[in-house]
Nanobody, 114 residues
Framework: QVQLVESGGGLAQAGGSLRLSCVAPGSIFRFNAMGWYRQAPGKQRELVAM???????NYADSVKGRFTLSRDNAKNTVYLQMNSLKPEDTADYYCNTVPALYVWGQGTQVTVSS
């Protein structure tokens, strides 16, 4: 079973920063578009940032200019640097392919206080 492992969440104040990490098996990391999703309480899961299969990045309007994707191919890891955090960024964050093809990992919780 494919395992997606997210980490790096925590509690931050508004305006603060966090960096999330996602480790994925190399077999899917190298050949698929990879994205970060989030699900806030009572809301549907949404895609907030992604690497396309060609390596370019796309961001949801709500995070554009504040969140930045990066990757370490040697470590099969995708990072999400989150700056200028807002309370509305509070959510559980997950990584998966785009579209999401694999079982969701446990995610990592981000809480932003005002």
């Amino acid at each position: 079973q494919v395992q997606l492992v997210e980490s790096g969440g925590g509690l931050a104040q508004a305006g603060g920063s966090l960096r999330l990490s996602c480790v994925a098996p190399g077999s899917i990391f190298r050949f698929n578009a990879m994205g970060w999703y989030r699900q806030a309480p009572g809301k549907q899961r949404e895609l907030v940032a992604m690497f396309t299969s060609g390596g370019s990045t796309n961001y949801a309007d709500s995070v554009k200019g504040r969140f930045t994707l990066s990757r370490d191919n040697a470590k099969n890891t995708v990072y999400l640097q989150m700056n200028s955090l807002k309370p509305e960024d509070t959510a559980d964050y997950y990584c998966n392919t785009v579209p999401a093809l694999y079982v969701w990992g446990q995610g990592t919780q981000v809480t932003v206080s005002s």
